[in-house]
């Protein structure tokens, strides 16, 4: 057996690699499935978690002004600190499975429009009260009422009412919807005693770690819950989340011991970090993406011809490497990739074209005048550069695209979904009728491509009700081609999630579904 | 004496309400609001109405600038319209971690930049003073941020002496504090020491053309001793004036180096604000940063009044 292998078990055994990357290893190196399972087994004794420690995470992209009320959480450090201090009905798994957490369990009844979730009996609140069924309703009302300023307004819109049925949660929705228990594990669902209705804010939840200290913009700090319901997590006796936006200074800190934990990792610099001792980066292909954007209404991108010109223009290779540090994966100017579930990996890729792009640019009968991209460093990582590339590439092919540098206070309110072209990104959900019901039905809130067809919509109707697999399948492969064709995005890239561990951090994940192991990495990491 | 201490008191008052009317209308004029920040892109129209609802932000600006105002006057400074956090208390911690860094960097850079420059003074114009002149230039001419990412990367990561970042917790205790803040603190004395060496090289060296110096020096005194004693007082005011200004400095110009070093001071509070368009926070901090520079100013003032016996006892 090679020495690969060998190390590769012992990776997983030390929690370093996950089973399911492990086995993909073994299949390209030749190994048989029931080979490998075996040495796991050998090796995977020594793998039991180890309790105890200190875990201190540096994580970017939080701010002094902060607040713990999951409804309000916009950043990766309130959705750590969700993570937690906090329970969501459901969560979902790195292979897109749903793993009942607070809900034991759910069906849907009357065709997928009533889901009724079966709550887990006996689940301490960290203030000692057990939670129960009145709680659960009243935390999603909280979330979905009239007055309500949570981030999960939008997913929570087609509940219609959500009412307590002994100790289930029934919801019953305006349409029928195959995929709404994806829903529930919305990081923003955290379920609060009494709903969050009076104290929203207290950082109160059933999670397996409790609040100590909360100081926005400094530091939270955790102790283990001893009465959590789930002794298979919360690894660490105390932890501690601090909030480090400096790049330099993150990755210092990392390096010096200071903490164990640390998200993005700067691509440029990533190779480099990882070769540091007692460093390790963790790069995790994933939902979220780097784009441009056209408003399919506004001319002169009304015109199918000059978006699909753009579309063969950019070089999508080219800044995967470029912007991405080779990070990444190529987009196929579609916002889901294969890590959806039910993605079909035939829809074919559409390369870089200078022939095509001229060919579509004269089609279009474009005036020649500039065409305006409007960008700025706040977009994705890289904006510049990528708004740069994507500039020479359409001169090669005699399009003048010109860019207009916008400034980053305030570019989400003033230039994205309002200029007709510009640089964004999406971080991704946990399924693809989530993520085009978000941005891609003509009726949906952030429909930044002002794309309208009343096919796709249908489709995506149809789809989102239907309980058949192979039948969505269909319908999801039939939308991907009629947006891959005629929508208004231009998708040159998937950026992977880069973190950051020290090398005696065990039990890491690669998790599609966001970075940080979709937040839960001081959940269910533990020291080696 | 009194009555200039309270005239000045009183300008500086009207001082802090113009500063504060700036701030209120400059936040205004920014695009987009409080709302909108805390919500960021995933923000619906109805979400949107409710915070923005409940914030107040719906009524004129003129009625929100009067009732905050009305509230300091009562000495009430709000909540923060971003978490409900009670500014005061929030300030407070702030504030004094600020005046904590800012102190001990002071008490290390102005008794070392003052006696450099008589240093400098004594040996003018050879190797000493050149040298002093050359590396003190040389640190300021460096942006802070990079003499933080050196000294944090040889003192922190190669050699793993200190901890890269600053992080000062409530169960600290005074020592653990100083060798948080010690890198902080050296990074600072670099960015401050140049001004005020240079300034003090120069008042003494302007004084030293006087006669009494030729006294000094013909009744046989020291070189250092002449320094010391004769010109240093007599050059006392320009030096305070100086000291006074890089130490409001300290107070109020450190965000980079907060940003470096991780630091919860004053200026990440305040910036972090001001992205979200949280004008209660960003104008009770704007208020205490000017009242800090009115304040050194008048200090810097009165002294050099009291240095000086001609403005002393005034004809």
Known sequence: MSKELDHYSNEVAKGRMSRRDFMGRATALGVSAVVAESMLATSAQASTPNKGGHFSMGISGGESTASLDPATVTNDVGQSAGRMTGDTLVNVNADGTIDPRLAESFEPSEGGLVWTFKIRQGVKFHNGNTMTVDDVVKTLQRHSNEDSQSGALGIMRGISTIEADGDSVKLTLTSANADLPYLMSDYHLVIQPDGGMNTPADGIGTGPYRITSEEPGVRYAFERFEDHWDPSVGHYDTAEILFINDETSRTAALQSGQVHFINRVPPRTAGLFNRAPNVEVRATAGKGHYVFIMHTDTAPFDNKDLRLALKYAINREEMVEKVLAGYGEIGNDLPVNETYPLFDTEIPQREHSLEMARQHYEASGHDGSPIILSASEVAFPGAMDAAALFQQSCQAAGIPLEIQREPSDGYWSEVWNVKPFCASYWGGRPVQDQMYSVAYLSSADWNDTRFSSPEFDALLIEARAELDLERRFELYSQMGYLLREDGGLINPMFNQFLDGTSANVAGWENDPNGSMMNGFVGVRTWFS | ?315
Request: charged share 15%; aromatic share 10%; net charge positive.
């Open chain 2, 1 to 315: 004496m009194i009555k200039l201490v309270i005239q000045r008191l009183a300008l500086g008052c009207l001082l802090l309400l113009a500063a504060s009317a700036l701030i209120f209308f400059g936040i205004e004029i920014l695009p987009g609001d409080a709302a909108q920040a805390v919500l960021g892109r995933s923000a619906t129209a109805e979400a949107l109405a409710n915070l923005r609802a409940e914030m107040g932000l719906g009524r004129p600006a003129i009625v929100r600038y009067f009732e905050w105002l009305g509230g300091v006057v009562r000495g009430d400074l709000g909540v923060a319209l971003t978490n409900g956090v009670d500014i005061t208390s929030a300030l407070a911690d702030r504030f004094s971690k600020t005046l904590f860094l800012a102190f001990w960097a002071a008490l290390i850079s102005v008794p070392l930049a003052i006696f450099l420059g008589l240093l400098a003074v004594r040996f003018r114009d050879r190797w000493p003073d050149k040298m002093i002149s050359a590396i003190t230039l040389t640190l300021i001419s460096v942006p802070e941020f990079i003499v933080g990412y050196v000294i944090m990367f040889f003192v922190a990561v190669k050699w793993q002496l200190l901890n890269p970042l600053s992080i000062v917790t409530a169960n600290m205790g005074v020592f653990e504090r100083l060798e948080a803040i010690l890198l902080p603190v050296l990074v600072l004395t670099f960015v401050v020491l140049a001004q005020m060496m240079r300034m003090t090289r120069a008042a003494i060296l302007n004084v030293m053309e006087s006669a009494y110096i030729e006294t000094a020096e013909l009744k046989g005194l020291s070189r250092f001793e002449i320094i010391a004693r004769h010109a240093f007082p007599n050059s006392i005011a320009p030096v305070v004036n100086v000291v006074m200004l890089n130490m409001a400095y300290l107070i109020v110009g450190v965000v980079v180096v907060e940003v470096v070093f991780n630091y919860p001071g004053m200026g990440q509070y305040l910036v972090d604000h001001v992205t979200k368009r949280d004008v209660p926070v960003v104008q009770a901090a704007g208020l205490i940063f000017a009242a800090v520079y009115i304040l050194f100013n008048m200090f810097a003032d009165i002294i050099s009044i009291l240095a000086n016996p001609r403005l002393r006892h005034p004809k």
